[in-house]
């Protein structure tokens, strides 16, 4: 498997809703007919292993799957993932989503200190959750449910107690802000230390 393949394998690993032949061209700097040819690879590759992972591709979406022999164990789990209480980590999360969203990825794991990537696809599946695309940006923006609303016999977030003081809370907001300026200024550092 060459250095192309691996990182497509890579990135279809950590990106459950899979990509564009388009984009994972973009992500790894390789021509429209190299990528196809990977992911073709990939593709056998796992059929010829016989793993518990299938790639499958829907015109130019590629996306990494179960295998079809795994399909009861695999419900089985997600079922109990669904039903079962939540933890620690998904409550915290779901909080800061409540009293915070609609809230960009990179600004609740910067509240958090952690990658919520797998707390969160726990959320989107149990229905607590939802998720949009920034249209600027393109970054996923999280958000409470209906069905959030509905378990906790609220008509809106504003009724949660104390929101009106935890959603505009000062200190968080300077937190906020100086990490934005933080981020800022090393990128424009990283910018200038290029060479000419």
């Given at each position: 498997?060459?250095?192309?393949?691996?990182?497509?394998?890579?990135?279809?690993?950590?990106?459950?809703?899979?990509?564009?032949?388009?984009?994972?061209?973009?992500?790894?700097?390789?021509?429209?007919?190299?990528?196809?040819?990977?992911?073709?690879?990939?593709?056998?590759?796992?059929?010829?292993?016989?793993?518990?992972?299938?790639?499958?591709?829907?015109?130019?979406?590629?996306?990494?799957?179960?295998?079809?022999?795994?399909?009861?164990?695999?419900?089985?789990?997600?079922?109990?993932?669904?039903?079962?209480?939540?933890?620690?980590?998904?409550?915290?999360?779901?909080?800061?989503?409540?009293?915070?969203?609609?809230?960009?990825?990179?600004e609740l794991e910067l509240i958090r200190g952690i990658n919520?990537?797998?707390?969160?696809?726990?959320?989107?599946?149990?229905?607590?959750?939802?998720?949009?695309?920034?249209?600027?940006?393109?970054?996923?923006?999280?958000?409470?449910?209906?069905?959030?609303?509905?378990?906790?016999?609220?008509?809106?977030?504003?009724?949660?107690?104390?929101?009106?003081?935890?959603?505009?809370?000062?200190?968080?907001?300077?937190?906020?802000?100086?990490?934005?300026?933080?981020?800022?200024?090393?990128?424009?550092?990283?910018?200038?230390?290029?060479?000419?």
């Amino acid at each position: 498997m060459n250095n192309l393949t691996q990182t497509i394998e890579s990135l279809l690993l950590v990106e459950p809703k899979g990509f564009s032949l388009k984009r994972l061209a973009g992500l790894t700097q390789a021509s429209a007919d190299e990528v196809s040819e990977a992911v073709a690879a990939l593709a056998q590759r796992y059929t010829e292993i016989q793993s518990g992972l299938r790639l499958v591709q829907d015109g130019n979406q590629v996306q990494l799957t179960t295998g079809p022999e795994s399909a009861v164990t695999i419900q089985a789990y997600v079922k109990d993932e669904t039903s079962g209480e939540l933890t620690r980590p998904s409550l915290e999360t779901l909080t800061i989503i409540a009293y915070r969203g609609p809230i960009p990825k990179s600004e609740l794991e910067l509240i958090r200190g952690i990658n919520c990537s797998l707390i969160l696809r726990n959320l989107l599946i149990r229905g607590l959750v939802r998720e949009e695309a920034q249209k600027t940006t393109g970054e996923s923006i999280y958000s409470v449910t209906v069905d959030f609303l509905r378990l906790l016999g609220l008509s809106s977030t504003a009724e949660l107690p104390e929101f009106e003081k935890l959603n505009q809370n000062v200190d968080l907001q300077t937190l906020l802000g100086e990490s934005e300026q933080e981020k800022d200024f090393f990128l424009a550092g990283k910018h200038q230390s290029k060479p000419e």
